[in-house]
Each structure stands twice: as C-alpha cells, then as structure tokens.
C-alpha cells in the first residue's frame, strides 16, 4: 500500500472515512473522493485539500486517479453496490479495500486501544485519546466524532507507540483490527439487518476477543451478554459505574459538576472532575480511564487535568444552548433504544422538576422494524415527544415499517409526527423548557435555526 501516490474514497463523507482521509493528506497524498450529499464535515475536508464530487456518475472522478496503477480506493460498505464510480474503480482493476481493513493494516504494528461496543464507544475512545494526547504520551487515534478539543477525528503522534481506535462492529469490521487493549462497552444488538440474529451479533463480539495481541488486555463492562475468548496470555478485567476492577466511587454532584474517586485494582486517583458533567460519562471515563492505566503511563495529576478538559465529541450531548435558569437544548447522536433512554435520563437528571421535549429522528427502517417497541419504551421517558420520518440513510423502504410504528406505542401524552422540514415551526409553537434533539440522521442540520428561533423568543 506504501506504492500509491493518492488515494480516492467511495463515501468520503462518512465519520470513519474522514479519519483516513484526513491520515494519509497528513503523509503528503494527494486524496479525492466521492460522497451522496455535502455536507459539514465533507466541506472541511474540502477546506484541508480533498477533491469531492457529489454525482454518482465516473465523470466525478479527476483525471489524476484515473490510473490503477498508483491510485488506492478505500470504500465504505454503506455504499450500495449500484454506485457508478464504485462500479467503474472495480471493473478497471484497481486495488480496492473496505476502511476497516486499512485502518487494521495502518494501526497493525502499533499497540492498539480499541473500543467496541453498540453505544459508548465514541466518548470512551475519544476520552483515552485526549487522555494519552495531553499527557504527552501520545497517539495516533482514529475516532467517530469530530473531538471538540481539536475540531478533528484524528489525532496524529510520530513517537508515540498507542493507537486508539473506535471499532466498528458494522459489517464486522472489527475483525481487521489487533487489539492490544480492547475495551467493550455494551453488546445491546443491533445491526439485524447484518447479523440476521442476536446470537449472531454476539458471536461477532466473542470472535473480536479472539484477536487481542498476546500479553493484551480485554476490558469489559460487568453484566454484558458476552463470552469473550481472549488468548491464554491475555489478562481479563471488568468495569463499571460502580462495581468490577475498575469502577468509580465516592460520586459527587455539586453546582452542575460531577466529581469521583477512580478505583482501579492495586490503587485509587482520587477527584476526578467530569469536563462534560453527565451521568452516563462517569461509566465511559472509567472505560477511558483503565485502558490507559493498562498502558503504564497514567499519572494521577494528567487523568485529572485531561477528564477535566474534556469537552466530548460532538453530537454526544452537546449542548447547543444553556441559560441559566432558563431554556436549555441538547443535540445526542442517540439511535440506539438504549442510548436514548440513557440520553433522556441524563437529562432528566440535569434538569429535575423541568418538562423535557425530546425531537427523534429514527436511523434505518430495519432498525425502527427491530426497535420499534424499544424505542417507545425510551421515548415515553419524556414529558412531550416529537417522531420525525426515518432517516434511510444506505436502506431502501421496508413496507409497512414508518416512524407511525413507534408513534403508536408511545405513552407520553403530548406527542406528535411531524416531517422534519416542519420540526423548526413546530418547535416555535411549543415554548419549551429543556429541548433533546437526538437521531443518527440529519436532525442536527437544524439545529442552528432552531437556537437562533429561541433566542429570538
């Protein structure tokens, strides 16, 4: 792979997609790619130096890469088979590979972080990152949000040893990657539409275990229905918020901070303050935290210096508005039933006694088919609910699968669905007090007419 002198993406536009991108303009390459719409984070990579076209046609792809012969394709699997200048690269002989796979041959030689999980894995990733990365070890980390430390999902170290990795279990793409660490927060199922079953999603995780380097480490989270399968010379532990090797204790909560005692298995770093102050973290810093005390190089002073820093991923309850005492709206990327019960309860407990709308956009129709019960369950946490369409993102229409499914099984009161070109009016009617927008699909697009709406009332 060192031979190609430039690199085009199919679905550049993709969070993973954009790491790789981002890595090999870093190593001087020139980098095109092809995404369905424009959209944020494809124009950034515009502004850092990539070619993107939009039209699914070969015409969009420049001249320069038109040569198989020092032109590497990296594609994502959410392309549909039926994309042209996918069809094109693969019927003129062209070295073609899935993300995961060069992502597995890039981060190969180095000792891998890796956290795997159906939810939390992009905060406990990117919580180790900024941990390594401001305490001077450093890394090379390849993460699914865009950190709002650094404005990036990539974060690059030509002397450090550690790579951390988001491990995606779509399409079973973290089968490419060799763990030196591997983290598993949760294996809740998910991605039916891939694994057909539960057992078989399960069973992608245990095989995942398998591939841990020899003297690695597996850190799993208590409870999870799992039967790893780690190598003799791997070490095991467990976490959690409060129980298993390594676990928080001594929890505080005081005028909107959250501050804990980390416990890990021969020692304590206590005070460490949540830079992002939300229940749910105090889980994924201790997941953080003990794959990088496994490296030997966590020192009390920088664990809490860089938690306290900490200003998350976004789209991982990031607030988009907070008044004192007043209206506050909050943007999660929550599209899994058990994110957003989890979502809504942070909420819920940041803002006691207060009405919580909550605007959800559905991701997939097989996950809405799968979820649809689910899904209600979490939304009848809310004082008012607003269902948007479902997002299709790479699916086709599932007869008789609507957001109307999950609408009907709701038990908040005060619910409507709406189309999302209407969520902006409707939410000007409303008068809310505390707003969660949350969904893996577009709903965020319209968040900053949402806040300036607010503003303006």
């Known amino acids: 792979m060192k031979t190609f002198s430039r690199v085009y993406f199919v679905g550049i536009g993709g969070i993973g997609m954009a790491a790789l991108a981002r890595y090999y303009m870093s190593k001087g390459l020139p980098v095109a790619g092809y995404d369905r719409t424009e959209s944020e984070l494809t124009r950034a990579l515009a502004d850092e130096g990539a070619t993107i076209s939009y039209a699914d046609s070969t015409d969009a792809i420049p001249a320069p890469y038109r040569d198989p012969a020092d032109t590497l394709v990296v594609y994502t699997p959410a392309i ?41 894995k992009t905060t406990t990733s990117s919580m180790a990152a900024h941990v390594l990365h401001s305490s001077g070890t450093g890394c090379n980390a ?19 040893p550690y790579s951390v990795i988001e491990a995606d279990e779509y399409d079973r793409s973290f089968h490419h990657l060799r763990p030196y660490i591997a983290v598993i927060t949760a294996t809740d199922p998910d991605h039916l539409d891939i694994y057909g079953t539960e057992e078989a999603y399960l069973e992608s995780f245990a095989k995942f275990t398998e591939l841990i380097k020899p003297g690695g480490y597996l850190v799993v989270h208590e409870g999870l229905k799992l039967e790893p399968r780690p190598g003799k010379d791997v070490r095991v532990f467990t976490y959690s918020r409060d129980h298993g090797d390594f676990h928080a204790a001594n929890i505080r909560h005081a005028d909107g901070t959250i501050i804990f005692d980390f416990i890990y298995p021969d020692g304590i770093i206590p005070d460490i303050e949540l830079g992002v102050p939300v229940e749910i973290n105090i889980e994924n810093a201790v997941a953080a935290l003990a794959a990088c005390h496994l490296t030997g190089t966590l020192e009390p002073d920088a664990a809490r210096h860089a938690m306290k820093t900490f200003m998350g991923p976004k789209r991982r309850f990031e607030f988009r508005m907070r008044e004192p005492g007043g209206r506050a709206i909050i943007d999660d990327y929550a599209h899994h039933p058990d994110e957003l019960k989890a979502s809504i309860r942070s909420v819920r407990s940041l803002y006691p006694g207060r009405r919580i709308t909550v605007a959800f956009q559905p991701h997939l129709y097989s996950r809405t088919r799968d979820f649809a019960a689910q899904f209600a369950d979490a939304l009848s946490l809310a004082d008012e609910v607003i269902l948007l369409d479902i997002y299709p993102a790479r699916e086709e229409p599932i007869p008789g699968v609507t957001s109307e499914i999950i609408f009907n099984a709701i038990k908040s009161p005060c619910k409507q669905m709406i189309s999302k070109e209407n969520l902006v009016e409707t ?28 503003e303006r009332q």
């Open 427 to 454: 939410l000007k009617k409303l008068n809310f007090e505390v707003l969660l927008t949350a969904g893996a699909g577009d709903i965020n697009l319209y968040l900053p007419e949402i806040v300036r709406e607010t």
């Open 80 to 120: 549909p088979e039926s994309n042209k200048p996918l069809s094109y690269l693969r019927d003129n002989g062209y070295d073609i590979h899935k993300r995961a796979e060069v992502l597995g041959l890039i981060t190969r030689d180095s000792q891998s972080l890796c956290f795997a999980g159906t939810h939390g």
């Open 142 to 160: 390849f993460l699914g949000g865009i950190l709002r430390n650094y404005g990036s999902n990539l974060l690059l170290s030509s002397t450090s």
